[in-house]
């Protein structure tokens, strides 16, 4: 019986930008959480309070998934998180655009499809180079 590969690790600095993006995850999540106690909104529109926090708790989820990752520093883990990442993005770059022209939505978001379309790139690239390493690693052993 050959023994199991050496789990695939993320590149260290890699792991740092991940585990800075969980520090802004969690703040940003319990922002979300607090805002309506402390009249706080980070939406470009009024949300209800059942709303917020149900968009904290998701932001706040994903922080807690970045600093395991961070911690770990696995891309069995990691894979996971990125995963998401990739859906999330091609979904906000598709919909939010459709929603603005369709509805005339607020027309600041647009802010955050070039956001969304510049981390799309290197998440993309991450996230297939990782999986590369992985089929790699499993076709030798």
Do not use: C
């Amino acid at each position: 019986m050959t023994p199991a590969p050496a789990p695939l690790k993320i590149w260290t600095p890699l792991r740092a930008v991940v585990g800075f993006a969980a520090l802004i995850n969690l703040l940003v999540g319990l922002i979300f959480i607090i805002g309506p106690e402390v009249g706080v909104n980070l939406w470009p529109s009024p949300v209800g309070s059942t709303i917020s926090r149900f968009i904290g708790a998701i932001i706040f989820a994903n922080g807690i998934g970045s600093a395991l990752v961070t911690w770990n520093g696995a891309w069995e883990n990691a894979r996971v998180l990125f995963s998401v990442a990739l859906v999330y993005g091609l979904i906000v770059l598709f919909a939010l655009p459709f929603d603005m022209l369709v509805y005339q939505k607020d027309t600041i978001l647009w802010g955050y499809v070039a956001v969304d379309f510049i981390f799309l790139l290197p998440i993309g690239l991450i996230f297939l180079w990782h999986e590369y390493q992985r089929w790699q690693t499993r076709r030798k052993a």
